[in-house]
């Protein structure tokens, strides 16, 4: 690992810069708090009492852990109807979006097909375009191919904002894969498909894992076309589902911080057991 | 797929050596069969692309010579009049503004946010070690969920930064709720939000930076700054330039954040572009000039992004 400004091996050599050391554990703590302490005080907050919630004087730690805000919460509101749906939004959308994105990769960084470079500038052109923008068109355009007020909808536009970042992504890593492996399948008497379903696809899984990651966090969270192109209540995502949740329930602290946990876990949990690979695969990716 | 014409595939594309078994016999204008599973390859992303992106942008530019207001109403041609209506609107360029500021101050504390957490990654250790993951939660966690977490703390009646911050003698007030905090104080958290990313793509450009050549040159007495200026940063340059292109045109675009805390309150405080556009379709249901006010926008953005291009990129032979 290479170090820049390096006061832990500064430490090692002389007893004396041992304070030099302090700057960087003071922003390592800093860092820490920055990112847990949110975190920690929306989850003590969930369990706490509905007078607890809103002392004046906030208690750091719980005086007593209750489970009724998230009793409240599911078996008041829709919680766990908005869980599935944004369950199935985002894993339909990340399978969708490797699949397109893995086979748009390897055609135009692995395949060289002509006019390739051409056509991943007018891919990544079409990223720029802010989504935002384009709501009212599009919501002219899905009514038209019928999809206006569906998950379909849903998943067809997290793919198409998320599919030209992860074809880029993929660049990366297809091009740490040696050419030399296609040749020498095709001397084997492989085919393309072959070459690139028995050869290339198994070292490109880092790659793919990256990939879901991104587009199932980034459907996680979508909460502009969810909130425009989606009407009926069965139908709503989280984000959606939540912040119809927090309008209603505005004094009620509890529940909502309950339902503010409950719908950050799902898409930390997953992070937690795949998210090396998506640091990793990010790293490989813009620096190639 | 034969295995000749593969072979003939990987002749042409070593054409500057001899081929490995016999001279490749594709003329350049034929499609070799590679080239054919390529294009069938690329073809669904294209095709999702033009469905999503490229109709809607055309039919927006069509939108804004109409007079639609309610989406999917009747609507007649009225020439440049829409378009005319939006440069007229002063509130338009009000929020394109407010957007231009919106960018600037984010993608400033983003980098800043981001280098201190870079630098830090770099070091050895269990804490580097394991923050190099856990860093990016801050992102992962759904905007609606990151809006409802910093209400909650900074919330003036029992938000604990709030108390926290009362405690030391400081009034807080209501950052959200006065116009004049609150396009910065929704900028903090969005950065809080955002921030993850550049520093996990920053530390991997530092991590590229050769070692043995910063030892030189600390051998040769530079200090910390003169090695950043000199050797550090030309290097991390190109990764900077796309960070900050595809950064700056994220956070343009970013309208939940904005929305879920504020609503572009109070009083258009906080109305980017982007809110200015989606009150004016879904909340004044005036759907042609929204789609006006989107096509200016994308114009306006796409001349930005054009001179950032144009004297951003670093040079070629650094």
């Known amino acids: 690992m290479i170090i820049q400004s390096s006061p832990g091996r500064a430490f090692l050599e002389t007893p004396v810069s041992w304070l030099k050391k302090i700057p960087s554990v003071v922003s390592q ?158 001397i084997d008497g492989a085919g393309a498909v072959r070459t690139m379903f028995e050869v290339v696809l198994p070292l490109l899984t880092p790659g793919m894992a990256t990939v879901a990651v991104y587009s199932f966090v980034f459907s996680w969270t979508e909460f502009v076309f969810a909130s425009q192109f989606v009407s009926r209540q ?46 990793g695969g990010l790293i490989a990716g813009a620096t190639k | 797929m034969s295995a000749a014409a593969k072979t003939s595939q990987a002749g042409s594309r070593k054409s500057d050596g001899p081929s490995l078994i016999r001279p490749s016999r594709n003329k350049p204008t034929s499609l070799s069969r590679d080239s054919i599973l390529g294009y069938l390859l690329i073809a669904p992303i294209l095709l999702v692309l033009v469905l999503t992106i490229a109709f809607p942008l055309v039919s927006a530019v069509i939108s804004g010579f109409q007079d639609q207001r309610i989406i999917g109403t009747s609507s007649s041609f009225v020439g440049f009049e829409t378009y005319l209506k939006v440069i007229n609107d002063g509130s338009f360029w009000d929020s394109l503004g407010r957007s231009g500021l919106w960018v600037v101050v984010n993608v400033v504390v983003q980098t800043i946010l981001a280098f201190c957490v870079a630098f830090s990654l770099q070091q050895r250790g269990r804490w580097s070690k394991s923050a190099r993951t856990w860093v990016v939660l801050p992102w992962v966690i759904p905007t609606v969920a990151v809006s409802v977490i910093w209400q909650w703390l900074l919330n003036s009646n029992y938000g604990v930064l709030h108390y926290l911050l009362a405690e030391i003698g400081i009034n807080l007030g ?48 530079a200090g910390a700054g003169r090695i950043f200026w000199s050797i550090t940063f030309p290097i991390l340059q190109p990764v900077l330039f796309a960070l900050g292109l595809v950064g700056s045109l994220w956070s343009f675009n970013i309208l939940d954040s904005i929305y879920l805390i504020t609503a572009g309150g109070p009083i258009e405080a906080t109305t980017t572009a982007p809110v200015f556009v989606y009150d004016l379709a879904f909340s004044e249901f005036r759907s042609s000039q929204a789609a006006a006010a989107s096509v200016l926008t994308a114009l306006v953005l796409g001349a930005a992004a054009l001179l950032f291009v144009r004297f951003g990129r670093p040079a070629e032979n650094v």
């Open chain 1, 234 to 279: 069965e139908l709503q995502t989280l984000p959606i589902g939540l912040s119809a949740i927090i309008g209603q329930y505005t004094v009620d602290w509890g529940l909502v911080l309950a339902g503010v946990l409950l719908t950050m876990l799902p898409a930390v949990f997953i992070f937690l057991l795949v998210g090396r690979f998506f640091v």
């Open chain 2, 174 to 221: 209501s950052p959200f709720g006065e116009p004049s905090t609150a396009l910065f104080a929704v900028i903090l958290v969005n950065s809080w939000h955002w921030f993850p990313l550049g520093a996990v793509v920053i530390y991997g450009a530092l991590s590229t930076v050769p070692l043995d050549v910063i030892e030189a040159a600390r051998m040769d007495g």
């Open chain 1, 29 to 186: 703590v800093l860092i820490t708090l920055v990112v847990f302490a949110p975190m920690y005080w929306i989850v003590i907050s969930a369990f706490k009492g509905p007078e607890e919630i809103i002392r004046s004087i906030p208690t750091f730690w719980p005086e007593s852990w209750t489970f009724g805000n998230f009793e409240r919460l599911l078996t008041s509101t829709d919680y766990l109807v908005f869980l599935g749906n944004s369950l199935t939004v985002s894993i339909t959308t990340a399978l969708i979006s490797v699949v397109v994105s893995v086979a748009a990769a390897y055609g135009l960084y692995r395949l060289n097909v002509p006019g390739g470079g051409r056509i991943a500038g007018a891919i990544l052109l079409a990223y720029m375009i802010p989504g935002t923008l384009l709501i009212v068109p599009l919501h002219q355009t899905l009514s038209s191919i019928g999809l206006i007020d569906s998950l379909s909808a849903l998943v067809l536009l997290n793919v198409a904002f998320t599919a030209p970042f992860s074809t880029w992504l993929l660049r990366g890593f297809i091009l740490s894969i040696p050419s030399e492996l296609d040749d020498a399948a095709a």
